[in-house]
């Protein structure tokens, strides 16, 4: 099952006027920010992203209130959210715009960011009126971009797009429904997956299940594995996909030994060794920690790490493995703490893990 047109669901919100909503409640990440559009980073929005066209600050009823203008034919502005079902279901838009009539102004959302509208609300052309929408949104969910898209030669001016927490006022609406998740979504069932395949976790073991592109080597090119596979967006979970067989370097997550250029992947981390098996006699094979994080996939098991005994052309991760004491590489191999994705910096990981260095990217000794 394949979301192959665009989706829009109208019927799942209610207009109101505006009135009182429950919070969220303390420890609830926010659904957007800066949602009053008054933090503005140069001549950029502060957590917005212009997608199209182009905005400016402008005045509203109050010297010190600030609104974005929104000019042009076509703009669209957006911004990702890393909220889950866990966090929100029933979610209340307080919205406070001048909008021209000869102006066509929607909010849309875009579950799962993948580029599938799954619902628009069009806004009334009006003049710093206030209105308010609910929304239900599906049983299980990971992440959301919220845009605000433009079009016309009318002006439209927003001074406020707040979302939170709309409580019980959704009961008895229909949830947004979604045609077949993306790969890296959490899921109970095959059907549930865009792809067909429902993966259990890698770890831990209770953790959901997750969709993937492929369940077995079968699945995929006769030159390729079903290996792991990390998302675009941090919200979502590593997965199952086909990728190139022995691409992934040390330090990298797997699956199965065959991902792994060393041809060795111990606990979900492509390695030199794995147990009693990959190193001569006389070595251990080990993992070396890196202080201060917190770990299970932050390093790989080498054989006698940083005791120097890697000859020229062996993988390395740091000048102490190498008895030429010079691990040459292609950079910085910087992974997820507990996590173990790839990336270049803490926003690259999910939720609040942070992003550290674990040696030398390709590395292999002089």
């Keep these: 099952m394949t979301k192959t047109t665009t989706k829009l669901v109208f019927a799942a919100a209610t207009i109101v006027f505006l009135g009182g909503a429950d919070d969220g409640g303390c420890g609830r990440p926010p659904i957007i920010n800066n949602n009053g559009f008054d933090l503005w980073c140069g001549d950029n929005l502060c957590y917005w992203q212009v ?42 838009f307080k919205l406070l715009a001048n909008i021209e009539p000869t102006a066509t102004v929607n909010i849309e959302m875009d579950i799962y960011d993948d580029g599938i509208v799954d619902w628009r ?24 971009r919220f845009r605000i898209t ?21 009961a008895g609406m229909t949830p947004l429904l979604i045609d077949g998740q993306p790969d890296g979504a959490a899921c109970g069932w095959t059907i549930e997956c865009a792809s067909g395949f429902c993966n259990a976790p890698q770890w831990p073991s209770d953790a959901p299940a997750t969709c993937g ?36 370097q040390l330090g990298e ?11 060795a992947c111990c606990e979900n981390v492509c390695s030199t060794c794995c ?54 590489g292609s950079g910085d191999l910087k992974v997820c703490e507990l996590d173990g994705r790839l990336c270049e ?7 609040d893990l942070h992003c550290i260095k674990i040696g030398t990217a390709g590395g292999r000794c002089d």
């Design 213 to 248: 592109a492929c369940k077995t080597d079968t699945d995929c090119a006769f030159d390729q594995v079903c290996g792991t596979v990390a998302p675009q967006q941090g919200f979502l979970d590593l997965y199952r996909g086909c990728v190139p067989a022995f691409s992934h």
């Design 253 to 263: 997550r797997c699956i199965s030994d065959n991902e792994c250029g060393s041809g």
């Design 150 to 170: 433009k079009a016309g030669s009318g002006r439209a001016l927003l001074a406020q797009i707040a979302a939170e927490s709309g409580g019980s006022q959704c």
């Design 121 to 144: 609300q069009p806004l009334p052309a009006s003049e710093w009126s206030p209105y308010s929408y609910l929304v239900l949104l599906p049983t299980n969910y990971q992440g959301v």
């Design 275 to 328: 147990g009693d098996i990959g190193c001569d006699p006389g070595e251990s094979c080990e993992r070396v920690e890196t202080s201060g994080v917190q770990q299970f996939w932050s390093t790989p098991h080498q054989c006698d790490p940083q005791a120097g005994g890697a000859n020229t052309g062996d993988e390395c991760l740091v000048h102490a493995d190498c008895a030429s004491g010079v691990c040459r």
């Design 51 to 92: 997608d199209k066209g182009r905005i400016a600050p402008a005045p509203t009823w109050h010297d010190e209130d600030r609104a974005v203008d929104m000019i042009g034919d076509a703009v669209a502005i957006s911004q990702v959210s890393d909220i889950t079902n866990l966090d929100y279901r029933c979610i209340e």
């Design 345 to 351: 910096a803490s926003s690259d990981c999910p939720g």
